[in-house]
């Protein structure tokens, strides 16, 4: 399957920013909006911010209106979404979006394509070759039943259950914006995998591709950690029908042990760099990381706009010590 993103799309372009409000952000995830917000914003089109708090456990409320407030610190104004729900597809918090993940639940679950899954995790381990080097786990197929998939949806189990989607061992191929072209396996990379988890919750690729679709989403930019998810996002997008959008996935930045940002890495969180810098010292500092100018120096978020070029992102993860401005 060569899918074509959404070169030929001449509307206005819809960008968003969908962080995960589970602690304080910090250089990492702001290189990732400050980048979308300019793309969009260069090209006069719509930014929005979707919170996903799909995660009960570690997602606050307090955190996403932190968020919120660093965001707009920054300069980095969003026309749609946030706590507040301003815009026409709200709610915009992915907690509160479950009768919509439900309705689409159903109409996968009508292609034929699902089935319940009844394995732990452990389960699932105990079945992984023994080096599955980058940590990815491959779900074997062991719930699948023989002869699948067949014409007719399955019976919904009482038993407590997942639901799982059946992917093709079939090559999905798209060009992302900064790493180029990419092609993936579902089958060989990842095998069929959960669209709800055995307690209710709804996984991630699900969530994220109903939101984009139904946002009008036409430009997702995000972390090269999720340039493996998009076969999957992307075989959805097709079994759902909605338009795909153009996949921009960013270098990571590290620090200087080169692993990439975590939120233990408080000297970069945006509670320590909005002590010590301005907003305009930290935007030049993404700047020059993204080489959009030679050299660090403070900028405007308004001065990059008409700098702006996906062309000049480096391909490679940028290491940043404690003191951004050297
Ligand atoms: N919520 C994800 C995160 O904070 C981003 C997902 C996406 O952009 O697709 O890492």
């Given amino acids: ?127 992984q070759a023994p080096h599955q080097s980058d940590g990815r786990v491959i779900y074997k197929g062991t719930c699948r039943p023989e002869e699948f998939p067949s014409c007719e949806p399955l019976q919904e189990p009482a038993r407590r259950h997942a639901t799982r989607l059946f992917v093709p061992n079939e090559e999905i191929e798209f060009n992302d914006g900064v790493f180029g072209k990419q092609h993936s396996n579902l089958a060989t990379d990842c095998g069929d995998f959960i669209l709800q988890r055995a307690d209710g919750a709804w996984a991630y690729q699900l969530a994220v591709v109903v939101d984009d679709g139904l946002m009008g989403v036409t430009e997702v930019v995000r972390g090269s950690d999720l340039l493996l998810s998009t076969a999957q996002q992307l075989y959805l997008y097709n079994l759902l029908e909605f338009k795909v959008p153009a996949y921009v996935h960013l270098p990571l930045i590290c620090n200087t042990e080169m692993r990439r940002l975590s939120k233990r890495d408080q000297s970069l969180s945006m509670e320590a760099l909005r002590l010590c810098y301005s907003p305009d010292e930290i935007i030049g500092h993404i700047a020059a990381l993204a080489n959009l100018i030679p050299s660090y120096s403070p900028c405007s978020l308004k001065e990059l706009i008409k700098l702006f070029s996906w062309d000049k992102i480096p391909k490679t993860m940028s290491i940043v010590h404690g003191d951004i401005s050297q």
């Fill in 1 to 127: 399957m060569d899918v074509s993103t959404n070169k030929e799309n001449h509307a206005a372009p819809v960008g968003r920013f969908a962080p995960s409000p589970t602690g304080r952000m910090h250089l990492g995830n702001i290189f990732t909006a400050v980048l979308s917000w300019l793309s969009i914003r260069s090209r006069g089109g719509k930014w929005i911010l979707r919170i996903e708090d799909l995660d009960p456990q570690r997602s606050k409320y307090e955190y996403a209106r932190q968020l919120e407030d660093d965001l707009q610190w920054l300069g980095l104004t969003w026309d749609e979404g946030g706590i507040d729900d301003i815009g026409p597809h709200g709610p915009y918090r992915q907690s509160l979006r479950g009768d919509i993940y439900n309705q689409y639940l159903t109409r996968l679950k009508s292609t034929g394509l699902t089935y319940p899954c009844f394995c732990t995790r452990a389960d699932i381990m105990a079945t």
